[in-house]
């Protein structure tokens, strides 16, 4: 099994910044694309940001500038740098990951519970 994890998420002020983290556990042989989504109240979820194994990054027009994606894979994590928050980044934040469990496997994707960005004005 694989069990996906975020945390970091929490109540801001428009302006501010926080860093979301996602750890992948279990039984892993590596881990290909690791992706950002996030869920507004009433709204589908959007891909925020995306990073490929060998770093490449990729982000929704709306945060380009203000969030960095990065991972270190030694530790099977990926991050999210949050900087100048505006109201309309609340939302719930979601990890994406995509799983080689044996070398040679198909690679099978999982998702995180998700965790609560709220920015105030």
């Known amino acids: 099994q694989v069990q996906v994890v975020e945390s970091g998420g929490g109540l801001v002020q428009a302006g501010g910044s926080l860093r979301l983290s996602c750890v992948a556990s279990g039984s892993i042989f590596s881990i290909n694309d690791m992706y950002w989504y996030r869920q507004a109240p009433g709204k589908q979820r959007m891909l925020v940001a995306v990073i490929s194994s060998s770093g490449s990054t990729n982000y929704a027009d709306s945060v380009k500038g203000r969030f960095t994606i990065s991972r270190d894979n030694a530790k099977n994590t990926v991050y999210l740098q949050m900087n100048s928050l505006k109201p309309e980044d609340t939302a719930v934040y979601y990890c994406?990951?995509?799983?080689?469990?044996?070398?040679?496997?198909?690679?099978?994707?999982?998702w995180g519970q998700g965790t609560q960005v709220t920015v105030s004005s």
């Open positions: 994406h990951a995509v799983v080689v469990r044996v070398k040679g496997s198909s690679a099978w994707a999982y």
